[in-house]
């Protein structure tokens, strides 16, 4: 091969490589749809401590990541699930407070989405169980003319790990994720 023709068709190879910017979500992007929701900044809580209603309240989870509950003060939050802050509330009030105290915690408010891109409003949105992509881009005030309506591209946390994955519209959304709508070629 000629050192022009050779050029040529490593050029054609870079360029058509650089256009397919096609990543798609890795295993554990979907694998996080399975498991158990994670509490992290920006959720709000509700802790119900039963038979003591000066400790039933909703707390918002701050930008460090802990609730401020009375008596005991700050409790971990990121990073745990429901079930785990139940615990962890408990053995504190056991320790001095409540002789047996039985704690539940659910999920009062998730932590926003964010979508991006080509459409009509982009911005903060509220996650309600079950928001597809569709859904947040229709929040969003729909897809712009110029939008690729095939697929977009999610940013999640997973474990204290960003990914970034190309989903279809029909996927689903998790708490925290930022949706960027792609503009289409032609």
């Given at each position: ?38 509490i ?59 002789r ?59 474990n ?12 689903p ?14």
């Open positions: 091969m000629r050192p022009t023709l050779r050029s040529a068709a490593l050029l054609a190879v870079l360029a058509a490589s650089g256009c397919s910017g096609y990543r798609p979500a890795p295993a554990a992007f979907h694998e996080s749809l399975t498991q158990s929701y994670v992290d900044s920006g959720d709000r809580i509700r802790v119900t401590v039963f038979e003591q209603e000066g400790l039933t309240n909703s707390y918002s989870v701050d930008q460090a990541g802990y609730i401020a509950f009375p008596l005991v003060g700050s409790i971990a939050a990121r990073g745990h699930t429901a079930d785990q802050i139940e615990t962890l509330i408990a053995d504190k009030l056991r320790k001095g407070y409540l047996d105290p039985d704690v539940s915690v659910e999920i009062d408010r998730y932590r926003p989405v964010f979508v991006m891109g080509e459409v009509g409003a982009a911005g903060q949105y509220a996650y309600v169980p079950g928001l597809t992509v569709y859904k947040a881009v229709a929040m969003a005030g729909g897809f712009s003319p110029r939008a690729n309506q095939g697929d977009v591209d999610i940013t999640r946390d997973i204290g790990k960003v990914m970034n994955g190309r989903v279809p519209t029909s996927d959304v998790l708490p925290g994720d930022t949706i960027y709508v792609r503009e289409r070629l032609f």
